[in-house]
């Protein structure tokens, strides 16, 4: 069920005759949330290319067993294990200064008739990649039923947006209030790429960082990206 309810129809003018859809109170609570971070956390934008012909090669065999991690679990997997090696970009800017976090818990959003909800996976890096894709799949299903709960929404310290499922190649997300930084993952795109001094056939994904720049610097979200960007394109290191 939609969140958007029809309150009044508008007057015709030049715009044609309108009505007016007032948001449910999460959505409402969504919107000023999404305002109050892009106007007060100055975003810096980070973009890489990886040559993910090899995890697409990986899920293929894995998906011969039965139930397969998406690719957006094994973004997940890598994006956790980065995380343990760059602490700050798992930390808060509060007052003044830097609040690390013990715990990487990483909000994943999913796309609902109610706008993008953002269910929790806690402890992503401990968790092996077939735990992360079951837990990912049954917030999903909860979150598109309505049935989600606030406990599951809670507590993350990154995120993820994965427009990739739509056919977007690129974006630059908003940071999540309450965190430094937010990756993007665009669409696998079929394209030549240079393997071995060899120009062969490959896969490529355009993977986007949108961090908080009073915590993290360029070179600071750079090191990141790439080393989620090499675990992508070694996917044997995702187990």
Same mark, same amino acid.
């Given at each position: 069920?939609s969140?958007?309810?029809?309150?009044?129809?508008?007057?015709?003018?030049?715009?044609?005759?309108?009505?007016?859809?007032?948001?449910?109170?999460?959505?409402q609570?969504?919107?000023?949330?999404?305002?109050e971070?892009?106007?007060?956390?100055?975003?810096?934008?980070i973009?890489? @290319?990886? /040559?993910?012909? &090899?995890?697409?090669? $990986? %899920?293929?065999?894995? !998906?011969?067993?039965?139930?397969?991690? +998406?690719?957006?679990?094994?973004?997940?997997?890598?994006?956790?294990?980065?995380?343990?090696?760059?602490?700050?970009v798992?930390?808060?800017?509060?007052?003044?200064?830097?609040q690390l976090?013990?715990?990487i818990?990483?909000?994943?959003?999913?796309?609902?008739?109610d706008?993008?909800?953002?269910?929790?996976?806690?402890?992503?890096?401990?968790? @092996?990649? /077939?735990e992360? &894709?079951?837990?990912? $799949? %049954?917030?999903?299903? !909860?979150a598109?039923?309505?049935?989600? +709960?606030?406990?599951?929404q809670?507590?993350?310290?990154?995120?993820?947006?994965?427009?990739?499922?739509?056919?977007?190649?690129?974006?630059?997300p908003i940071?999540?209030?309450?965190?430094?930084?937010?990756?993007?993952?665009?669409?696998?795109?079929p394209q030549?790429?240079?393997?071995?001094?060899?120009?062969?056939?490959?896969d490529?994904?355009?993977l986007d960082?949108s961090?908080?720049?009073?915590?993290?610097?360029?070179?600071e979200?750079?090191?990141?990206?790439?080393?989620v960007?090499?675990?992508?394109?070694?996917?044997?290191?995702?187990?």
């Amino acid at each position: 069920m939609s969140d958007e309810v029809q309150v009044q129809t508008g007057q015709a003018g030049n715009k044609g005759e309108g009505e007016f859809l007032e948001y449910s109170r999460a959505r409402q609570s969504m919107s000023r949330r999404i305002a109050e971070s892009k106007a007060t956390i100055p975003h810096i934008y980070i973009q890489v @290319e990886a /040559d993910v012909t &090899a995890l697409v090669r $990986r %899920r293929a065999a894995l !998906r011969e067993g039965g139930d397969a991690p +998406t690719v957006n679990d094994l973004v997940i997997k890598a994006a956790a294990l980065a995380l343990r090696n760059h602490p700050r970009v798992n930390g808060t800017y509060r007052d003044g200064g830097l609040q690390l976090h013990s715990r990487i818990n990483i909000g994943v959003a999913v796309d609902t008739e109610d706008g993008s909800i953002t269910p929790v996976i806690t402890d992503a890096d401990l968790k @092996e990649l /077939d735990e992360i &894709a079951s837990e990912v $799949r %049954r917030l999903s299903s !909860r979150a598109r039923s309505g049935e989600i +709960t606030p406990p599951e929404q809670a507590g993350a310290t990154f995120s993820i947006s994965n427009l990739g499922m739509l056919g977007v190649n690129s974006s630059q997300p908003i940071v999540n209030p309450g965190q430094a930084a937010k990756l993007a993952v665009g669409v696998i795109d079929p394209q030549p790429v240079v393997r071995g001094g060899e120009v062969v056939p490959g896969d490529v994904m355009t993977l986007d960082l949108s961090c908080d720049h009073r915590v993290l610097h360029g070179g600071e979200g750079a090191r990141f990206l790439t080393e989620v960007k090499t675990n992508l394109e070694n996917p044997g290191m995702l187990g």
